[in-house]
T-cell receptor, first 113, second 110 residues
Framework: SQTIHQWPATLVQPVGSPLSLECTVE??????LYWYRQAAGRGLQLLFY??????ISSEVPQNLSASRPQDRQFILSSKKLLLSDSGFYLC????????????FGPGTRLTVT | EDKVVQSPLSLVVHEGDTVTLNCSYE??????LLWYKQEKKAPTFLFML????IEKKSGRLSSILDKKELFSILNITATQTGDSAVYLC??????????FGKGTKLSVKP
């Protein structure tokens, strides 16, 4: 069966510090991978998605970036965090050719102080 | 602009009640509609609907899609305290992405 991991679970970072969140998927090959952010009082917002190694599409312009160095690894980064980057970050995966049935990881709660 | 609107935003019921959650959408090139349940952390997948009028059922939960009127409902019968959660509706468009509503927060009191 497929499993998706995210870490860390919670993170408190000062404004201007860098960020690296990691997501890995087990039990499937060549998944589609997604990063979402859920801010208080708002729905899930898609940040990035990837259909393969090195292929990243950005949905929202911002100071975040994503990379996919391996087939089942997806990384979300920032060089300098802003207060507005606080939120709940979720990684998700779907099977190739079935993009809508997405399964979510446990999430990272990021607080920027 | 694509949008998904859920109603009500919050709902409080007692155990044993039946609830209906609503989701309406305006999405270019609709492909599918999904329901998720979110408790403390990650949303968990409930249903994916692609065809009108065909009910999907899992235990006490059921859902149906109306592509003509652009909405879906999620029914929960004989509610239990474990059903307390935020229920998210999402619609898939032609880009392969999901557009999420803000969710309905359901609280089931014993």
């Amino acid at each position: 069966s497929q499993t998706i991991h995210q870490w860390p679970a919670t993170l408190v970072q000062p404004v201007g510090s860098p960020l690296s969140l990691e997501c890995t998927v087990e039990g499937t090959s060549n998944p589609n991978l997604y990063w979402y952010r859920q801010a208080a009082g708002r729905g899930l917002q898609l940040l990035f998605y990837s259909v393969g190694i090195g292929q990243i599409s950005s949905e929202v312009p911002q100071n975040l970036s994503a990379s996919r160095p391996q087939d089942r690894q997806f990384i979300l980064s920032s060089k300098k965090l802003l207060l507005s980057d606080s939120g709940f970050y979720l990684c998700a995966w779907s099977r190739t050719g079935v993009p809508y049935e997405q399964y979510f990881g446990p999430g990272t709660r990021l607080t920027v102080t | 602009e694509d949008k998904v609107v859920q109603s009500p935003l919050s709902l409080v019921v007692h155990e044993g009640d039946t609830v209906t959650l609503n989701c309406s959408y305006e999405v270019t090139n609709f492909r599918s509609l999904l329901w998720y349940k979110q408790e403390k952390k990650a949303p968990t997948f409930l249903f994916m609907l692609t065809s009108s009028g065909i009910e999907k059922k899992s235990g006490r939960l059921s859902s149906i899609l109306d592509k003509k009127e652009l909405f879906s409902i999620l029914n929960i019968t004989a509610t239990q305290t474990g059903d307390s959660a935020v229920y998210l509706c999402a619609v898939g468009g032609s880009q392969g992405n999901l557009i999420f509503g803000k969710g309905t927060k359901l609280s089931v009191k014993p």
